[in-house]
Nanobody
Framework: QVQLVESGGGLVQPGGSLRLSCAAS????????MGWYRQAPGKQRDLVAT???????KYADSVKGRFTVSRDNAKNTVYLQMNSLKPEDTAVYYC????????????????WGQGTQVTVSS
């Protein structure tokens, strides 16, 4: 059993900052890509930022220069530092990780967190 638990969401004023965290736990053999997606009301879930185990990053154009994804492999944790937040960043943010488990180490499965709300408003 694998779980992803997010934290750090909340209400922030435009121009402010937030840091999201997502910790993976359970019978983990290895983790490849970890990252963040977001879903605003009435819209599809979109990629925000991802980071591979090798250090390659990918960002949505709308967050480049404002958001930074990082990870602590020893803690199986991924972070999203969000600066210069805008009202259009308001969404539920979901953590995602591609994980190989102890009981099926040859198989990579995609896991999701439960989501954390980020609201940018004055």
């Amino acid at each position: 059993q694998v779980q992803l638990v997010e934290s750090g969401g909340g209400l922030v004023q435009p121009g402010g900052s937030l840091r999201l965290s997502c910790a993976a736990s359970g019978s983990i053999f290895s983790i490849n890509t970890m990252g963040w997606y977001r879903q605003a009301p009435g819209k599809q879930r979109d990629l925000v930022a991802t980071l591979t185990s090798g250090g390659s990053t990918k960002y949505a154009d709308s967050v480049k220069g404002r958001f930074t994804v990082s990870r602590d492999n020893a803690k199986n944790t991924v972070y999203l530092q969000m600066n210069s937040l805008k009202p259009e960043d308001t969404a539920v943010y979901y953590c995602n990780a591609d994980i190989r488990t102890m009981w099926a180490p040859s198989r990579t499965l995609s896991y999701w967190g439960q989501g954390t709300q980020v609201t940018v408003s004055s």
